[in-house]
């Protein structure tokens, strides 16, 4: 059974540090890796996917690499902000289809 | 485009009350799929469905009905509200198919049973 861990599962930092945000998952035979920001009381907000067959993806301060043989992403926020802050889920799929979700990492930016 | 919409918002239930949650989206997408979302549990998987007609269990499934008899809506029904369906649901669509398969999510339900 796939299970997805997520370290730190909080961070706090002072505003325009770079940061990365570790998700780890048991199984490497995925068909994708998706990572979401959630704010308070919302919906899950999209940031990055990365399919099997690649190694990262980038939009704009953010960057996600994936490792799938050592079972392994990481997301890079460049130049933190306090808009930033939020929790942070990565998840993952076998055929493309349904997900299985880490805990996430609450990420905190501080002015 | 509205994106995914879930209906209601909030809704609190007492003990044994059915009720259904709506979910639609205008994107066309193949894949929908229901998840909640508990505290220390993280977001699990109810049903899902790969197109009209067609749908399946995920990792929560008792308790609760799924139809999809068109693309655009997929509803969960809750059969006799329990306490332990206390949670944020979340409905998910997909473009299917040979897609990346990014998925798109809606705002959520907040379900209280008492």
Same mark, same amino acid.
């Given at each position: ?44 907000? #999209?940031? /990055?996917? @990365?399919?099997? %067959? *690649? ?6 301060? +953010?960057? $996600? ?7 392994? #992403?990481? /997301?890079? @926020?460049?130049? %933190? *902000? ?6 942070? +889920?990565? $998840? ?20 | ?114």
């Amino acid at each position: 059974k796939q299970e997805v861990t997520q370290i730190p599962a909080a961070l706090s930092v002072p505003e325009g540090e770079n940061l990365v945000l570790n998700c780890s998952f048991t199984d490497s035979a995925i068909y994708n890796l998706q990572w979401f920001r959630q704010d308070p009381g919302k919906g899950l907000t #999209s940031l /990055l996917l @990365i399919q099997s %067959s *690649q190694r990262e993806q980038t939009s704009g301060r +953010l960057n $996600a690499s994936l490792d799938k043989s050592s079972g392994r #992403s990481t /997301l890079y @926020i460049a130049a %933190s *902000q306090p808009g930033d802050s939020a929790t942070y +889920l990565c $998840a993952v799929s076998r055929y493309g289809q349904n997900f299985v979700f880490g805990p996430g990492t609450r990420l905190s930016v501080l002015p | 485009n509205a994106g995914v919409t879930q209906t209601p918002k909030f809704q609190v239930l007492k003990t044994g009350q059915s009720m259904t949650l709506q979910c639609a989206q205008d994107m066309n997408h193949e894949y929908m799929s229901w998840y909640r979302q508990d505290p220390g549990m993280g977001l699990r998987l109810i049903h899902y469905s790969v197109g009209a007609g067609i749908t399946d269990q995920g990792e929560v499934p008792n308790g609760y009905n799924v139809s999809r008899s068109t693309t655009e809506d997929f509803p969960l029904r809750l059969l006799s509200a329990a306490p332990s369906q206390t949670s944020v649901y979340f409905c998910a669509s997909a473009m299917g198919g040979g897609s990346s398969y990014e998925q798109y999510f809606g705002p959520g339900t907040r379900l209280t049973v008492t």
